[in-house]
Nanobody, 126 residues
Framework: QVQLVESGGGLVQAGGSLRLSCATS????????MGWFRQAPGKEREFVSA????????HYTDSVKGRFTISRDNAKNTLYLQMNSLKPEDTAVYYC???????????????????WGQGTQVTVSS
């Protein structure tokens, strides 16, 4: 079993920065990937970003490209999402996710993850 625990959410003004962390425990999956989704009030959960197990391949949704950076530290079993130049429309609950097997990181938006974290709230004030 895999457990994902997010942290780092909070309230920030527009233009500010936050770094989310996702601590992982349990099995490892070198053929898989990890990533982030978000869900704003009244909206469906949407893909944000993903990264390969070895960290050599990343993928972002267009709305966060150039502002968000995904990374991972496998020695610490931790996934990160550095969010800069935050906008009010980034306000959402952010969820950590894991795919045990994925052919290409670019496919992660279309493949349901195998594991989810409980979510962390990010609120950006204007």
């Amino acid at each position: 079993q895999v457990q994902l625990v997010e942290s780092g959410g909070g309230l920030v003004q527009a233009g500010g920065s936050l770094r989310l962390s996702c601590a992982t425990s349990g099995r490892t999956f070198s053929s898989g990937a990890m990533g982030w989704f978000r869900q704003a009030p009244g909206k469906e959960r949407e893909f944000v970003s993903a990264i390969s197990w070895f960290g050599d391949t990343t993928h972002y949704t267009d709305s966060v490209k150039g502002r968000f950076t995904i990374s991972r530290d496998n020695a610490k079993n931790t996934l990160y999402l550095q969010m800069n130049s935050l906008k009010p429309e980034d306000t959402a609950v952010y969820y950590c996710a894991a795919w045990t097997i994925i052919q290409r990181v670019a496919r992660t938006p279309a493949v349901r993850p195998d594991y989810w974290g409980q979510g962390t709230q990010v609120t950006v004030s204007s």
